[in-house]
T-cell receptor, first 117, second 113 residues
Framework: DAGVIQSPRHEVTEMGQEVTLRCKPI?????LFWYRQTMMRGLELLIY????????DSGMPEDRFSAKMPNASFSTLKIQPSEPRDSAVYFC???????????????FGSGTRLTVV | DQQVKQNSPSLSVQEGRISILNCDYT??????FLWYKKYPAEGPTFLIS?????DKNEDGRFTVFLNKSAKHLSLHIVPSQPGDSAVYFC????????????FGKGTRLSVIA
């Protein structure tokens, strides 16, 4: 398995532009997570999906952020319009969640480094 | 408010010595704890974990200790090697997977040869 695949690896965009980050989870995993890493806040959870359904998006900073998971093999995180304070590394992770007493860990992608100028 | 706290942003240790990374948590519902290791330009990778029913878990050079009464865990690396230089994240969850991982801010470990 190629692991969790994120694209692009790097994105530089101008303030006000739309940015779309992409993620392909590991086949067979039923949960997908978007995290953002910054110096100030470390790794913070933005949103997660279980069986393609958004379960908790309380970490999404504002309405400019949206995420979708149209099928089990693809998810997007969109920022529109982007702002300089959105500059960070965005990670996607996937896992197989089978309920209580079953935790198999998360596999992270390599991340997308976003710079908004 | 941060539920998982790593109060030391960085740590430097000489090769061959012990590295001790600390983590505190505030949510008493957490029942599973993990350490992840992250190299530059890569995603975090799982290192070691411990269930709340245990107080120690060992895997080779890595040992995690859990003190539930103090809501504290630590990662010991013995002996430390230059390849251990990375950012280490402490993470926790409860209900054994039905809630997402909560991470600390990370501690950057530098092992000096």
């Amino acid at each position: 398995d190629a692991g969790v695949i994120q694209s692009p690896r790097h994105e530089v965009t101008e303030m006000g532009q739309e940015v779309t980050l992409r993620c392909k989870p590991i086949s067979g995993h039923n949960s997908l997570f978007w995290y953002r890493q910054t110096m100030m806040r470390g790794l913070e959870l933005l949103i997660y999906f279980n069986n393609n359904v958004p379960i908790d998006d309380s970490g999404m900073p504002e309405d400019r952020f949206s995420a979708k998971m149209p099928n089990a093999s693809f998810s997007t995180l969109k920022i529109q319009p982007s702002e300089p304070r959105d500059s960070a590394v965005y990670f996607c992770a996937s896992s197989f969640i089978a309920g209580s007493l079953s935790f198999y860990g998360y596999t992270f992608g390599s991340g997308t480094r976003l710079t908004v100028v | 408010d941060q539920q998982v706290k790593q109060n030391s942003p960085s740590l430097s240790v000489q090769e061959g010595r012990i590295s001790i990374l600390n983590c505190d948590y505030t949510n008493s519902m957490f029942d599973y704890f993990l350490w992840y290791k992250k190299y530059p330009a890569e995603g975090p990778t799982f290192l070691i974990s411990i269930s709340s029913i245990k107080d120690k878990n060992e895997d080779g050079r890595f040992t995690v200790f859990l003190n539930k009464s103090a809501k504290h865990l630590s990662l010991h690396i013995v002996p430390s090697q230059p390849g251990d230089s990375a950012v280490y994240f402490c993470a926790a969850l409860y209900n054994s997977g039905n809630t997402p991982l909560v991470f600390g801010k990370g501690t950057r470990l530098s092992v000096i040869a």
